[in-house]
């Protein structure tokens, strides 16, 4: 079993909807929760780090769920720029990658 | 610019032949990682060095595989006798660490190697 498993997608979606992503782990000590994005041919960039009660950053909100293993994020009234491929990443010590799930908006 | 560069941001090479990769981190930055990410995956951990120090490497990192950072500044990741297995993109990181607390890792733009 992976460390971090992600659904691959594509999830193709009309701009303006919403669209969530979820991301389970299987290392119970992981301290640590992040969303990083990456475009096509860049270097991951983080995006937001998750906190157990949750936490929101304008029209993105991630949860966390310690007891599942489980992290989700959320995009609300989605634009063309958020087109990319959206990294789920557990910590610790070191960063473990999912593969990644890939988003489309189209318009 | 100043953060997190890379050079060379793309290699092609016969297999066999030795490769090496550099990396400068942002200045203050005490920590600096490396990750290879193939097509259609995440980054994958290969080691990271605090200061000086080399503390983690991954079961991935063979020993074809050597990584440097000798003043605790910029490092060096050289393959040795390449494989065509290990085209991939070669990222870089770097981070500032004190004690428990968790800072964000910054990623440099990558080298792109291919093995012929």
């Known amino acids: 079993r992976k460390e971090v498993e992600q659904d691959p997608g594509p999830f193709n979606v009309p701009e303006g909807a919403t669209v969530a992503f979820n991301c389970t782990y299987s290392?119970?000590?992981?301290?640590?929760f992040f969303w990083y994005r990456q475009d096509c041919r860049k270097e991951p960039k983080l995006l937001m780090s998750v906190y157990s009660s949750g936490n929101e950053d304008g029209r993105f909100t991630a949860q966390l769920n310690r007891a599942s293993q489980y992290i989700s994020l959320l995009i609300r009234d989605s634009k063309l720029s958020d087109s990319a491929t959206y990294l789920c990443v557990v910590n610790a010590e070191k960063l473990t990658f999912g593969t990644g799930t890939r988003l489309t908006i189209i318009p | 610019d100043t953060g997190v560069s890379q050079d060379p941001r793309h290699k092609i090479t016969k297999r066999g032949q030795n490769v090496t990769f550099r990396c400068d981190p942002i200045s203050e930055h005490n920590r600096l990682y490396w990750y290879r990410q193939t097509l259609g995956q995440g980054p994958e951990f290969l080691t990271y060095?605090?200061?000086?120090?080399?503390?983690?490497k991954s079961r991935l990192l063979s020993d074809r595989f050597s990584a440097e950072r000798p003043k605790g500044s910029f490092s060096t990741l050289e393959i040795q006798r390449t494989e065509q297995g290990d085209s991939a993109m070669y990222l870089c990181a770097s981070s500032f660490v004190w004690g428990e607390s968790y800072n964000e890792q910054f990623f440099g733009p990558g080298t792109r190697l291919t093995v012929l």
């Open positions: 060095f605090q200061n000086e120090a080399q503390l983690e």
């Open positions: 290392n119970s000590a992981s301290q640590s």
